[in-house]
């Protein structure tokens, strides 16, 4: 069964830092996709950055990129979202979430069969 566990999240003030962290079940295989996602009230969970654990690859979103890295650790099956210069409008829940696969795209939240708790992220002016 596949576990994710994600932490991280904080209130912070904008233009700062923060750096969540998705730890999954270890897994004998390394082809599959971790994605981290967010919800802000009243609107519908997008994907903000995606890694592909086998090769690498990664994917962000147009708004956060420059801003947000994502990485990942496998002596510590632990994927790694590093989020600075942040926003008000980062605030929201963000999830991170599995599938197997290699290829990032296309992201669609519907492929994304494991999801981890929410973390709340919220950026005060």
């Known amino acids: 069964e596949v576990q994710l566990q994600a932490s991280g999240g904080g209130l912070v003030q904008v233009g700062g830092s923060l750096r969540l962290s998705c730890t999954a079940s270890r897994f004998t295989f390394d082809d599959y996709v971790i994605g981290w996602f967010r919800q802000a009230p009243g609107k519908e969970r997008e994907a903000v950055s995606c890694i592909s654990v086998i090769d690498g690859s990664t994917y962000f979103t147009d708004s956060v990129k420059g801003r947000f890295s994502i990485s990942n650790d496998n002596t510590r099956n632990t994927v790694y979202l590093q989020m600075n210069s942040l926003r008000p409008e980062d605030t929201a829940v963000y999830y991170c979430?599995?599938?197997?696969?290699?290829?990032?795209?296309?992201?669609?939240?519907?492929?994304?069969?494991?999801w981890g708790q929410g973390t709340l992220v919220t950026v005060s002016s």
């Open positions: 979430a599995f599938r197997w696969g290699t290829t990032i795209t296309p992201i669609l939240v519907s492929d994304f069969h494991h």
